[in-house]
C-alpha cells in the first residue's frame, strides 16, 4: 500500500510549546528559508540575541517499507534553540520507532526512523524555540507499502471513511510483473501491446506489431480506437488536458528522461510511477541523489532517471491516481565503444573530427556539444560507415565559441573528450583569415580495420549460434537479448526486407507474414530465418525451430510461405512444411497448380514443396498452399537488376574539376522503376541529404549538389540503383582544385659550415590537386624581423637548398614555400635557428673590478678576454649574485650586450652585499664567465659634507614666497643649520630637509627678509658652510623730473630727481635713452648710472632730441621719465641757391663718393639691427638701398633715412631671409658711387 498523508495547518492540541508554556504567540516573521513560520515573543530583541530560524529544513520523503527513514535540519538562534519532533496524528514518545539525535561537530539534529511503517506516514512537525521565540517546519512522509497483506485488508477497509476502499487497498498497474504474469495462451496478445500503442505515435505502429508479432492490422486498429476513447473518458476525471507526449530517451548528461504536458483538475492529485508493474519510488527534490526524479516547470512533468544501468530497460508508465496517462519503453541496446572519441586541438577556421567504433551495428547515434544535442545542418556533419560500426561527427570551420566537451551516446554508454580550438598565430589583425582545407582530430588508429575485424567476429558469432541450433534440434529457441530501438521506419505497404546477399540461388526473403495460431512460435522463427543465407537454410531453420507435434489432433502450418523476389531465368523454391502428414493443394493468383511446363510439386512427408525452374515475368504472383482449413500465401516477383545507359555512363565517368569554395553538381539519368533505391556515396560512405549535401530524386534521374567544396571533398563520387533483385554502380572521380598544403617537416639540416648551410624538406601531403611546380625560400637572420626571399627550387629536380650567403657565426631561420598554378601554401618554419658553422665561444674576460659603490650605484669595469678565439667580441653580458644565495641574475640579455668594458649597476639593493662575474659575447652566444669580483657592499662612502651646483644670489619679488634649494652630498648623513646674518632664522621661516637636499621656504617675503643666509653640514667626517645671498625687491618706482642744460656746444647735461627706491635699494641705477628727429629710434646712451646726471655729446644743430629716463633695479625696469625737447633752427647752415657755386665762384660740384662705408653685421635672429653709411656729392645724389641685387627703398619691412648724407637703415626683427649682400647706390648727374657689406643672421 502507497499511504500519503493529509497535510493539515495549525497544531493539534497540547503540541504547541508555547501553549505549553503559558506564552502568548507575538509578532510573525518571515524566514529565510521558504516553508518555515516565525514567531517572535517580544517586540524588541535584546543586543546580540535571536529567534530561532532554520538554515536547512527537512525534506520531504517517499520511502519503501521497511527501509530507514530520517529527517534532518539545521537550526540558529541564541540562545541556542531547544529543538523537538511532533507528528499530527499520533505521538513520537516509542524510543524503538522514534529516536531525536543531534550532533555539535556539524549542528545537524536528526529525527529517525527505523525500519518504517506504513502507519508512520504523517504530516511531521519540527518546533525550534528559545526565549525570545520559535520556529515550525512541516514536513510530510510517505510509505510505499510491500505486498498485500490480507489479515490487514479488513481493518483497513472497515476504518475507510466513507467507503474510499482505494486509499487503503495496494495499487497494482494494469501490467503485472514477470513474476506474477499468468501463463500466456496461444494466440493471446501482451497486454503491453496495447499499453504501448495507446501512448505511440502513429509512424510507431508497424515496428510495435511486427515487435509483438501482430499482423491483423484492420483488427488491431479497430480495437485501438475503442480503447483510446475508454481510456480518454478515464482520463477526463484527472486531467483537463494531455499533451506533447515524449517519449523516453538519453540525453547528453547520461541520464535518460520522458517529459508530458498535462493540465491538473486537482492539483494535489497523487502521481505515480511504474517501470514492468511495479511501482518506483521518485523525489521531487532537485539536487536529490534518487535514481529517479520528477520535475515539474508549469504544465510540463519531466521524469528522469540517473546511473542507468541494463537493468532499467523497460515499460515505464506514469498514473494519475489510478488512471494510466503515459507508457513509454526504454530499449538498452548491447553496445559498446571500441574506439572513443578522442581530444582534438584546432586552429581558428579549420575542421576538426571526432570518430568512434562499436561493437554492433548501430544505425543512429546521439552527439552532443556543451550537452545540448547536435544535427546534421551546416555546421556539423554527421557520417556513418556503410556497416554502421564507424560513426563520425565533423565541426565544421572551428572558432572559439565551439571549444568545449563533446560526447557520442550509444544506448547507455557514452564518452567524451574536449575540443580545444587556438587562435590562429599566422592571422593578419583585423582581416578575417580564409577558411583552412586541413582537418584536426581522428582517433590516430585505422578504424576501418578495426570496424573489420569486428564484422568478422559477429559473422562468426552468427555462425556458432546456427551451428548451436543445429546441434540440438529438439531444444526450444532460447530467448532473444532485448531488440535494439527501431530505427524511423519508412512507410510502405508491404513489410519488406532487404534481399539475400546469395545471389546463386535466386531465393530472397523477407519477414514471414504467417496467418495461424501459433503466432509466437513463428515469430521465433521469423527471426532465425532472416539470418539465414538462402532460402534451403530458411527451410532447414524452420525444420530445426518447429518439432513435431505428436498430440496435435487437426493439422496445422508450422512453417509457412513468405513474399520472394527472383531474378529472371534462375530457380524459385516455394517450401510449406505442416505438423504432420497430410496433403495439400498449390494456387497462383487463384488457380490451382499441378506439376508440369516448368513447375515441379514434390512432397516429403509433412514438407511441400513448389518448384520453378527457370522464372519468367508470368511466373510473378501470389502463391497460396491450402490444406484443409489452414492455408499460407506469399508473393513471388520476378525481375531483373536495373541498368544505366551506356552512353550516360561514359559521360558520368568523367571527373568534375573544380576550385575549393565552388559547388560540384553531379546527375545521372536511369529508367523509371518501382521500389527503386538511389543511393550516392563518397569513397564508399553514404552522403545524406542535409548541410552542404543536396540530393534531388526524380523518376529518371537523380542530382547531388556538393556545397563549397573542400579539398576533403575531393574523391571518388558513386551512384548506386538497389531494387531487390540486386543493385548497380557507376563511379566518377571529384577533383578539388586548390593551393597546396605546406612542405613536410621537419627541415633537415644536411651540412653546415662557415660559408654554407644546406637544408632538406619532404613534399606536401596534400598537392592540392595539381602539382607542385616550385618551392619558396625565403631565409631571417636570428634576432632579426626581415625575411628575405633565397631563391626558388624547381619541384621536379630536388627537395633542398644551398645557402652560400652565410657570415659564420650567425644563426638563420628558414621557411618554405609550395607552389602550384592554385598558389602559395602555408610556410614550413625550421624549428631551431641553424647556426653557419661551428659555435666558438669566447674565453672568460677579467674578473670585474669596484670602481665606485653608493646605495643606488656600483661602479665596475674589466679587462677583456686574453683569447677570444679568433671570433669578434659584440659585447659583454654582467651578471651578479646576491650574498649568502646561490643564483647568478643576468643584467642585461644576450640580445642587448654591453658594449664597452665598465657598467653601472643601479639594479642593487642599500646595505646588501654583491659580488658580479661578466661573459664575453660574440656570434656564437655568450662565452665561459670570468672569475667573480669582490664582495662589495651597496652604501655611499663615508665623506665630508659637500654641496652641489649652489646658486649664491636670488632674486624674489616682494609678496612672494622664496626658496632657497641647496644639494648637498655626505656620508654619514650631516646636521643641517640655517643662519641669516650669522642669526638664527625667524620662526616663520621653514626649512625642509630631507636625504640630499635642505630648503629654506619664506611663505610670504618681505623686503626686510633680504639678507646673506647660509647654511652649514656636519656630520662625523667634517663640515662645510656656504651663503646666498637673498634680495627681496620689488618694480622701481619712475625718477622725478627731467632737466636739460647746455654746457658746451653740441653738449647737454641731463639731470634729474632720483627714484623714491633708490634709498632701499643699493642695487638701483638709471638708463639714459635718446630719440632726434631724424633715426626716431630710441636708443640707450647711457646704462648702470648711479649718479643723477649725465651729459649727452655730439648733438647736431637744427635736429630735436628727445631724452627717457629709466631706473633699474634686479626685478626690472621702471617706466620712464621723459625730457623736454631740445634743439633749435637757429644754428643751421644756409644753403646757397645759385647752382653749388659761392658767392666767391668756386664750384662744388662733384659725383658721388662713400665716405663711410657699410660694415658687416651678424644679429642674433629677432634682433633689431641698424646699418649706416655717409655719402658725399652735388647735386645731392640720389641713393638707393639693395639686398641680394633687389631694391628695398618700397619696403615696408625695412626703415631708410638720409640726413645729409647719413644714409640709415633699420629692422625691427631680422630674419632668416635678410641675410645676403647689402648694397648702397648714389647717383647723380656726375657719376655713381656705391659700396656693399655683408650681413648674416644667426640662429
Known sequence: MFRRTKVTDGTATGQDPAAENGKEVGIKKKSRVPGVMITQFIEELPEGKSHPDFTRKPIALTIQEGKFAFFKAIVTGDPQPTVTWRRNNGDVSDVSRYQTKYDPNSNEHTFEMPNVMPDQADTYKCFAMNEYGQAVVTVVLNVIAVGFKKNKAPQEAAEAPDGNFKAVLKRRSKIRPKSEQPEKKDGEIDPKFWELLISADKKDYESICAQFGVTDFRVMLKKLNLMKKERQKEQAEFVSNLSNLRHIKVNGDGTASFELDMDLIEQSSSIFLYKDGVMVPYTKELGDKMKHTLNKVGKKYIFSLRDLMPDDAGLYQLDVGDVNMFSTEFKIPMVEFLVKIQEVKAIEREDAVFECVLSNPFSKILWFGKNLPLEQDNKYDIQVSEDKLIHRLVVKDCLIVDKGIYSACAGIKSCNAWLVVEADKNAQKGKKTARKTTRAGGSGMDLQKVAEEQQVKLVKEREERIEQIKAAPAAPPPESPPAPAPAKAEPKAPIDAEPSKNADHGVYETALVIQSNHQQQQLQTQDVVTNCQSAEEAVSCCERLDPPLADAREPGISCGLSDIYVLRGNPAELTVKMNMDCDGTWFTDGEQLNSGAGVTITKDGSSHKLTIQSCKDDDSGVYRFASGDQSTQGKVTIGGVPEFDPDDLHKFSKPVIIRVGQNAAFKMPFPPQESLVVSWFKDDTELKDGGGVKIVREPNHSRLLLRDCLRTDAGEIKIQLKNPFGAVEATSKLIVLDRPGPPEGPVETVETTSTLIE?????????????????????????????????????????????????????????IYAENPEGLSDTLETADSIMAGIMILSGPPGAPTVVSASKTCINLTWTPPEDDRGVPIIGYQLEKRKKDTNQWIALNALNEPIEDVNYAVKEVTEGAEYEFRVSAINESGAGDPSPPSVMVCAKNPNMRPCFKDPVDFIVVRAGNSARVKICYEAEPPPQITWLKDDE???????????????????????????????????NSVGEASFDIEVRVTDEPKTPGPVELEQTVYGKVAVSWAPSPDQQL??????????????????????????????????????????FRIYAKNDMGLSDPSQSPTWGANSNRVPIPSNGGKSSSGVSFERPPSILVPLKVHTPPKGYKLYMTCAVRGCPTPTVSWYLNDVCINFDNNYYITNSFGVCSMYILRVRSKDSGVCKVVAVNSFGQAECSTKLIVRD
Open 759 to 815: 637544408i632538406k624538406w619532404n613534399p606536401p601531403k596534400d598537392d592540392g590537386g595539381s602539382a607542385v611546380t616550385n618551392y619558396i625560400i625565403e631565409r631571417q637572420q636570428a634576432g632579426q624581423a626581415l625575411w628575405t626571399k633565397l631563391g626558388d627550387v624547381s619541384a621536379d629536380q630536388t627537395t633542398s637548398i644551398r645557402d652560400r650567403n652565410v657570415t659564420h657565426g650567425k644563426k638563420y631561420n628558414y621557411r
Open 984 to 1018: 638664527p632664522i625667524s620662526p616663520w621661516i621653514n626649512i625642509i630637509t630631507t636625504e640630499g637636499m635642505s630648503q629654506l621656504v619664506i611663505p610670504s617675503s618681505k623686503r626686510s627678509d633680504s639678507a646673506i643666509y647660509t647654511i652649514k653640514a656636519k
Open 1065 to 1106: 635699494d643699493d642695487r638701483l641705477y638709471y638708463v639714459v635713452s635718446q630719440c632726434n628727429s631724424n633715426t626716431r629710434v630710441w636708443k640707450n646712451v647711457a646704462d648702470r648710472l648711479f649718479a643723477n646726471t649725465y651729459t649727452v655729446n655730439n648733438l647736431l644743430p637744427g635736429v630735436e632730441y628727445h
